[in-house]
């Protein structure tokens, strides 16, 4: 067996720098990254990165940050395994290999003009980040915009300052809502889907935006279609184990979509009739 | 940084797993630039005094005597690596779990049987905490390697989930079904390299058994290549009965 | 037709020996009873030249079972990709497994392109054989359509009384023909003879299923709910045989591995299989065909119905190896026949 080097390749990493680490909760820590090229990572909102480590391997990373910021980038990653608990003792000044980004985004060019509905359930936030920021950046291009927020209790809530200042927003309806109140609460407490039935929304130039844990959104589609928005308009970010990240290793497959290149951004109207989707 | 000091220490078990570490030849070297070994009865006559980071222990707890060590040993190592059959399974120890304790000790001992303190074979994991497992009988050279780097690095290491059967094919051995042999590859986990397959033997079983084995399709499976169940009961019960306590005495 | 050559039988031996003094020549060879594996060989009497499928189909010599995919120096800070390959003869490439590696190359090539793959695939050269009759009652070809050539080879084998018609396919192939100096034309004689074998052909295989290939993406579209999966569910063992026996499977898992210096490494790619416990979980714990009815579901839909709409073509080849090396006997032929029955 020979080996040589391969200067073209899919599994060329592209070295970067963490210039930002903070712990979010027990679980998740928050990144800033640049890329040691000084480019921009150039993604859609939405899109995914394989965070690489050598020794430690590589894992999907949803891109948590607006294209709108452009020296850097954000992820949030949760210690759930190999490579995201190495991911955890690193901090600012650490190097780490980035892939991608992979996948397709939120349709922005669809989206504009229109009415925004997004709804975040527990982690949803963190791909969904990226839609949001980038919608807020560019307020104008867009219609009315509500933001539902939920999650399991008040300490849960990631981005918190941020989520404030979009609460305080006059151009943005916000709600949220926690499933298990604590002392300090003074929001809502229940399901997520307990507060869209009250939104006010035009159905026919609404979309829907929904990220969140799996079991979230059959319920939450449930309700946008009451509110009679249209299939096509609601997108979700679907979230499976990825390992090539380029529609090639089959661990990401959703029926016949690879999620890693044909998603994780599906209109419900494209996966409503696939039985391993939702 | 000082490397960090390790000790193995064996129970109820063969030594045959130290041997396997005595004996990795080259790699043994490069294994002793990394870490201290500062116990080890079958190569070395030092001992720790209770001084070290990283435990590695084989054999099963078969008496009271060997919980009150073993607990001892989990509170002096930052980290506890359970390898053999015998620690990570119960192993062969385990057939005693198949007859009354009473039973076995007089049948053993005979009129002396009184003097000896004896339990249940437990796996180390049944009485303490364990961090990395390294399964087999022996333990398969290059896993237990794999394993050393990992707790080094402080990363988990991952036992396989799958069977036997996946890297006995991806090695193209002809199935031992085939010739009309009974193997326990399908249900067992892999991570061994079908070691046994690839050297002419059946798989016994020693590294465990995958955590959903489908026993109604093994049923299937046995009736079609007209396996008596008590066969199949045997193998399995050789290395794999500590899992289950000593029946009651009749 | 100048492209048909011929080698008399008696210089088979003779052929190999020259090939192989030249190049890595890889081979069906009898691996136990019943069990053929490709292998290097340097002499004919090493080859099985009737054999049943090889265990594992020639996918491991253009993905390997376990491949480097990059090396990595920690404390240098380096990372570089690379690639594995090997110059190589596969001599003896049955038209199902000729098949097999069509449907490989079209998923490597489709972009993303996969380099490692395509860069090894072309160091390859193959040389088919034709099968004058069934390997076994397993096989379903016919319905597949890979009973016969399709190309995909630089020399294709075809057995007639005295001698093996050549049919040259490539320059690659013509240069084997002039580096052995064995070869001579074919005459009309020979054609003819090579026209009865494939007459001959016609009469012995048949549909293998009662199916036929046009409805099989249809049948499967329609078998969400259907009672087979069900029955599998029961009877499968997902020890992953019929997935890594399979011309076209593909599915692999990319893992590090460490030196003991702790600092130098390789990132490596491996075969994985859908039937294992843990290859649609997520890092939440979730996984997403937890039932193995389900993962059976799905390594049927990756050969009759999402193959065909991705790249207009089923991913099966009728080798027969998944029923085969089932140990729960689960038979490709009969969960056809049995949805087939459902939806009469």
């Not at chain 1, 997004?118 to 791909?127: E, Q």
């Not at chain 3, 600092?263 to 997520?282: L, M």
Request: charged share 25%; glycine share 8%.
């Amino acid at each position: 067996m020979k080996r040589v080097d391969l200067k073209e390749s899919e599994y060329i990493v592209k070295p970067a720098t963490i210039i930002k680490a903070k712990p979010m909760t027990a679980l998740e820590k928050f990144f800033e990254i640049e890329l040691d090229s000084g480019a921009s990572l150039d993604h859609e909102p939405g899109q995914f990165v394989m965070v690489s480590i050598p020794g430690a391997g590589d894992a999907p990373i949803s891109v948590s940050s607006s294209p709108t910021k452009r020296s850097s980038f954000d992820l949030v990653v949760r210690n759930a395994g190999k490579l995201t608990g190495v991911m955890h003792r690193l901090n600012a000044g650490d190097k780490i290999d980035i892939r991608g980004p992979f996948g397709r985004g939120f349709p922005i060019r669809i989206l504009e003009g229109n009415d925004l509905l997004f709804v975040a359930g527990g982690l949803g936030i963190v791909p969904l980040r990226s839609l949001i920021n980038f919608v807020i950046d560019n307020r104008r291009d867009f219609g009315r915009v509500n933001i539902l927020l939920g999650c399991k209790t008040p300490s849960d809530m990631l981005f918190g300052d941020e989520v404030e200042q979009w609460g305080q927003r006059l151009d943005v309806n916000f709600n949220c809502t926690v499933d298990k109140s604590d002392p300090d609460w003074k929001g809502n407490v229940g399901l997520i889907t307990s507060l869209i039935p009250g939104v006010n929304l035009d159905a026919e130039k609404t979309f829907g935006v929904v990220v969140g844990p799996p079991v979230m959104y059959k319920f939450v589609i449930k309700e946008l279609l009451n509110k009679d928005i249209p299939a096509r308009q609601i997108l979700v970010s679907l979230e499976r184990h990825m390992k090539c990240g380029v529609g090639k290793c089959g661990h990401c497959q959703i029926g016949n979509y690879y999620c890693c290149q044909d998603g994780p951004v599906f209109t419900y109207e494209e996966i409503k009739d696939n039985i391993e989707a939702l | 940084m000082s490397k960090p000091r390790v000790a193995f220490f064996d129970f109820a078990c063969c030594e045959g797993c130290q041997l396997q570490v005595a004996n990795f030849g080259e790699a043994l070297l490069d294994v002793l630039k990394l870490i201290d070994v500062v116990e080890f009865r079958e190569v070395m006559s030092e001992k720790s005094n209770e001084k070290y980071d990283i435990a590695i222990v084989e054999g099963s707890i078969t008496t009271n005597h060997d919980i009150e060590r073993i607990k001892k040993i989990r509170n002096t190592a930052k980290v506890l690596i359970a390898y053999g059959s015998c620690a990570t399974i119960g192993g062969v120890n385990g057939m005693k779990n198949n007859f009354p304790l009473e039973k076995i000790k007089k049948y053993v001992y005979n009129k002396d049987a009184n003097y000896f303190d004896t339990i249940a074979t437990k796996a180390v994991h049944q009485v303490v905490k364990v961090d990395y497992f390294v399964h087999g009988c022996p333990i398969y050279q290059p896993e237990f390697i794999e394993v050393l780097k990992s707790a080094l690095r402080g990363l988990p290491y991952k036992v396989p989930d799958y069977s036997v059967c996946v890297e006995c094919k991806l090695n193209e051995n002809e199935c031992m079904y085939d010739k009309g042999i009974t193997c326990l590859g399908p249900i067992t986990r892999a991570g061994c390299n079908s070691w046994c397959i690839n050297n002419g033997n059946i798989c016994y079983g020693c590294r465990g058994m995958v955590t959903n084995p489908a026993k109604n399709a093994q049923m299937d499976v046995l009736d079609k290549y007209k396996i008596p169940l008590d066969w199949i009961k045997n193998k399995i019960n050789m290395y794999n009965k500590a899992g289950e306590q000593a029946p009651e005495e009749k | 037709m100048k492209q048909f050559k011929i080698l008399e039988k008696k210089d088979f031996p003779q052929f190999i020996k020259r090939l192989s003094k030249k190049h890595k020549v890889v081979a069906p060879v009898s691996r136990g009873n019943k069990s053929y594996a490709f292998t290097q060989v340097d002499s004919s009497d090493q080859i099985a030249m009737k054999y049943i499928p090889t265990i594992l189909p020639p996918k491991k010599y253009f993905m390997p079972q376990r491949e480097t995919l990059a090396q990595y120096n920690k404390s240098k800070k380096t990372f570089q990709t690379v690639l594995e390959f090997e110059e190589l003869v596969i001599f003896g490439v049955h038209t199902c497994d000729l098949a097999g590696i069509q449907c490989l190359n079209i998923v490597f090539s489709d972009t993303p392109k996969d380099i490692n793959y395509i860069a090894r695939k072309n160091r390859i050269l193959i040389i088919g054989l034709e099968c004058n009759d069934y390997c076994d009652e397993y096989a379903s070809c016919k319905v597949m359509d890979s009973h016969h050539p399709n190309g995909g080879y630089d020399l294709f084998f075809t057995e007639l009384k005295e001698s093996f018609i050549v049919h040259v396919n490539t320059l690659e192939g013509e240069g084997i023909i002039e580096l052995t100096g064995l070869f001579k034309e074919a005459t009309s004689n020979h054609l003819k003879e090579r026209e009865g074998v494939i007459a001959a052909k016609k009469k012995i295989f048949k549909d293998e299923v009662d199916v036929h290939y046009k409805d099989l993406k249809p049948m499967f579209d329609k078998s969400a709910g259907s009672k087979v999966w069900e029955d599998l569910e029961k009877r499968c063992l997902s020890c992953g045989n019929c997935t890594n026996v399979c011309p076209t499977c593909y599915c692999f898992d990319i893992i590090d591995e460490i030196n003991l210096d702790l600092d130098t490494g390789y990132r490596i790619r491996q075969w994985d299989s859908c039937q294992n416990e843990d290859f649609a979980k997520v890092a939440g714990g979730e996984s997403f065909r937890e039932e193995r009815g389900q993962r059976q579901r799905h390594r049927y839909m990756r050969k009759f119905s999402y193959p065909v709409e991705r790249y207009a073509r089923h991913f099966c080849t009728g080798c027969g190896r998944c029923s085969r090396t089932c140990m729960a006997k689960i038979n490709l032929k009969e969960t056809i026949n049995a949805l087939a029955k459902e939806n009469r």
